[in-house]
């Protein structure tokens, strides 16, 4: 049988898989031989049925909740401002609540996701968050709204965590970029899809007469019902790990468990470590991770924002719907780009998204000096600032790849979403001033300038965590007998749930 061959060691890049004989590894109550054979064709038909089970649904939920929570931005111009009578601060409110929710939500989930079965969690939580969303055409005050905002971002809390850990489960380090950037790429096909069903929606309502419900309450109970009937296949058909995945044979489970055995990866666990959780909070790469989501997304406002910009530039609604979606085509295009540029430079995932940080930091400059009077030149800028999902993508990929440990990971999940929450808590504030919101705009220049001194830090660090591990490899200072204490159980297996830390053959990606 032809061994399948294994990635040859980089000296400072993602951990090599070594070809020695290695430990047995427990999973669940079995032991994973990682030293098993398996060929090429086995592993591309396993990752080939993952990627046609698990990663549709997992892109059909995250298009979902983007959806849901980009819809905002579309009702505003369709009438939610003036229907519900809200000045421009309510309205900057409105979108902050929401993560407000996030926010409140992180802390439970974080133990819940540690302890429970995840994906039913996830899926019970997209069901109703999926009917907060349709109770979204029912207030007819600010008041109302905000709360229901409030309850719907509480109810989306364990969505993304989630994925980056699910991502880690299903995929080897090689493989998260692609994938990330695949489930994350929904975002942009999101914006192109509710603005165009949007823009059906008020034609709709413009040439029948007999229907009394406004656009944008028809738009909330459209993509509520859409994202609860996503909730049920997701609770029904989503695994939890190798040991339950009922599209697999026998065989390729083996073959499964075996390949994600080779990244020390053992599937979903219910169990919650109090020393792992002191390892992240006092891990500096943690709290990079945490700046990450806190300034990529300080200028997401633009967002929410940028179909009011061009609605406040003189373009009608219907226009404003279709000069809009564009911009989610560009979101998609550029973050392929990276997508492209992590696999040209498959050790440099750091600098591929230092240079995505390139063309919104233009597009927000540009919204600044160009005149409001300039047409199709403020709307090209507001479709170049829009592009932040391109950065967050490798970000989340790299926090994947640099995080073992069941509590561990879930830990710095939750921090990198927490960060996403607050950032996305206090921008839109800035976002009061019309039409050139001038505020919101110099704010997104200065933390697209933070972030790339911070993830060039990140780069730094990782690098030297590295080479640090290599000298001590190469000295002998950590050898197969040494790993034991840290990484083997009683019966000379691998503990799945160790932490990078604790795995001094771990090497980190960047």
Same mark, same amino acid.
């Given at each position: 049988?032809?061994?399948?061959?294994?990635?040859?060691?980089?000296?400072?890049?993602?951990?090599?898989?070594?070809?020695?004989?290695?430990?047995?590894?427990?999973?669940?109550?079995?032991?994973?031989?990682?030293?098993?054979?398996?060929?090429?064709?086995?592993?591309?038909?396993?990752?080939?049925?993952?990627?046609?089970?698990?990663?549709?649904?997992?892109?059909?939920?995250? $298009?979902?909740?983007?959806?849901?929570?980009?819809?905002?931005?579309?009702?505003?111009?369709?009438?939610?401002?003036?229907?519900?009578?809200?000045?421009?601060?309510?309205?900057?409110?409105?979108?902050?609540?929401?993560? #407000?929710?996030?926010?409140?939500?992180?802390?439970?989930?974080?133990?819940?996701?540690?302890?429970?079965?995840?994906?039913? =969690?996830?899926?019970?939580?997209?069901?109703?968050?999926?009917?907060?969303?349709?109770?979204?055409?029912?207030?007819?005050?600010?008041?109302?709204?905000?709360?229901?905002?409030? $309850?719907?971002?509480?109810?989306?809390?364990?969505?993304?965590?989630? =994925?980056?850990?699910?991502?880690?489960?299903?995929?080897?380090?090689?493989?998260?970029?692609?994938?990330?950037?695949?489930?994350?790429?929904?975002?942009?096909?999101?914006?192109?899809?509710?603005?165009?069903?949007?823009?059906?929606?008020?034609?709709?309502?413009?040439?029948?007469?007999?229907?009394?419900?406004?656009?944008?309450?028809? !738009?909330?109970?459209?993509?509520?019902?859409?994202?609860?009937?996503?909730?049920?296949?997701?609770? $029904?058909?989503?695994?939890?790990?190798?040991?339950?995945?009922?599209?697999?044979?026998?065989?390729?489970?083996?073959?499964?468990?075996?390949?994600?055995?080779?990244?020390?990866?053992?599937?979903?666990?219910?169990?919650?470590?109090?020393?792992?959780?002191?390892?992240?909070?006092?891990?500096?790469?943690?709290?990079?991770?945490?700046?990450?989501?806190?300034?990529?997304?300080?200028?997401?406002?633009? $967002?929410?924002?940028?179909?009011?910009?061009?609605?406040?530039?003189?373009?009608?609604?219907?226009?404003?719907?279709?000069?809009?979606?564009?911009?989610?085509?560009?979101?998609?295009?550029?973050?392929?780009?990276?997508?492209?540029?992590?696999?040209?430079?498959?050790?440099?995932?750091?600098?591929?998204?230092?240079?995505?940080?390139?063309?919104?930091?233009?597009?927000?400059?540009?919204?600044?000096?160009?005149?409001?009077?300039?047409?199709?030149?403020?709307?090209?800028?507001?479709?170049?600032?829009?592009?932040?999902?391109?950065?967050?993508?490798?970000?989340?990929?790299?926090?994947?790849?640099? #995080?073992?440990?069941?509590?561990?990971?879930?830990?710095?999940?939750?921090? =990198?979403?927490?960060?996403?929450?607050?950032?996305?808590?206090?921008?839109?504030?800035?976002?009061?001033?019309?039409?050139?919101?001038?505020?919101?705009?110099?704010?997104?220049?200065?933390?697209?300038?933070?972030?790339?001194?911070?993830?060039?830090?990140?780069? !730094?660090?990782?690098?030297?965590?590295?080479?640090?591990?290599?000298?001590?490899?190469?000295?002998?200072?950590?050898?197969?007998?040494?790993?034991?204490?840290?990484?083997?159980?009683?019966?000379?297996? =691998?503990?799945?749930?160790?932490?990078?830390?604790?795995?001094?053959?771990?090497?980190?990606?960047?």
């Amino acid at each position: 049988m032809e061994i399948y061959p294994e990635d040859k060691p980089q000296i400072g890049g993602p951990p090599a898989d070594s070809t020695q004989a290695q430990p047995p590894i427990e999973e669940k109550g079995q032991i994973v031989d990682v030293s098993a054979a398996y060929t090429p064709e086995e592993e591309k038909r396993v990752l080939r049925k993952i990627d046609c089970t698990i990663l549709p649904m997992m892109c059909i939920v995250f $298009l979902l909740q983007y959806l849901d929570k980009q819809s905002l931005s579309y009702a505003s111009v369709f009438g939610l401002i003036t229907d519900l009578n809200m000045t421009s601060t309510q309205y900057s409110w409105c979108s902050s609540i929401f993560y #407000v929710g996030q926010l409140v939500a992180e802390y439970p989930f974080i133990y819940l996701m540690s302890r429970l079965h995840l994906t039913k =969690f996830v899926g019970a939580t997209i069901i109703i968050w999926g009917i907060i969303c349709m109770c979204l055409a029912a207030p007819q005050t600010f008041a109302g709204f905000a709360a229901v905002r409030f $309850l719907l971002g509480f109810a989306e809390g364990a969505v993304s965590p989630s =994925f980056v850990t699910m991502t880690a489960i299903w995929y080897r380090k090689r493989e998260h970029a692609t994938r990330t950037a695949l489930w994350v790429s929904m975002n942009g096909v999101a914006q192109v899809l509710g603005c165009l069903l949007m823009y059906g929606l008020g034609r709709r309502q413009q040439t029948t007469t007999s229907s009394q419900l406004q656009p944008w309450r028809a !738009l909330f109970l459209v993509c509520g019902a859409l994202t609860a009937a996503a909730g049920v296949v997701f609770y $029904l058909l989503m695994p939890g790990g190798p040991a339950d995945c009922w599209f697999l044979t026998p065989r390729e489970k083996e073959v499964l468990s075996m390949r994600m055995a080779r990244d020390r990866e053992g599937g979903d666990k219910t169990s919650f470590s109090v020393p792992h959780l002191l390892e992240a909070l006092l891990d500096p790469k943690a709290w990079f991770v945490f700046a990450f989501g806190v300034l990529v997304t300080m200028q997401s406002p633009v $967002l929410t924002f940028a179909s009011l910009v061009i609605n406040n530039i003189g373009y009608d609604k219907f226009q404003t719907m279709l000069y809009t979606a564009p911009s989610g085509a560009a979101q998609v295009l550029l973050l392929w780009i990276g997508l492209a540029g992590c696999w040209l430079f498959p050790n440099n995932r750091t600098l591929v998204v230092l240079a995505l940080i390139i063309p919104p930091f233009i597009g927000n400059v540009l919204l600044l000096k160009l005149s409001l009077d300039s047409g199709w030149g403020m709307i090209v800028s507001s479709w170049l600032a829009s592009c932040i999902t391109a950065v967050m993508s490798p970000l989340l990929s790299l926090a994947a790849s640099n #995080v073992k440990g069941n509590t561990k990971r879930s830990v710095v999940n939750a921090m =990198f979403f927490i960060g996403y929450c607050a950032g996305c808590i206090g921008a839109p504030q800035l976002w009061t001033e019309k039409p050139r919101y001038f505020n919101g705009v110099v704010t997104g220049i200065v933390t697209w300038c933070l972030l790339f001194v911070v993830v060039f830090c990140y780069r !730094l660090v990782c690098v030297r965590e590295n080479a640090a591990r290599d000298r001590a490899q190469e000295q002998e200072v950590v050898s197969e007998e040494g790993l034991g204490e840290a990484t083997l159980d009683e019966h000379g297996a =691998f503990r799945t749930d160790c932490t990078d830390k604790e795995d001094r053959k771990f090497r980190y990606s960047w």
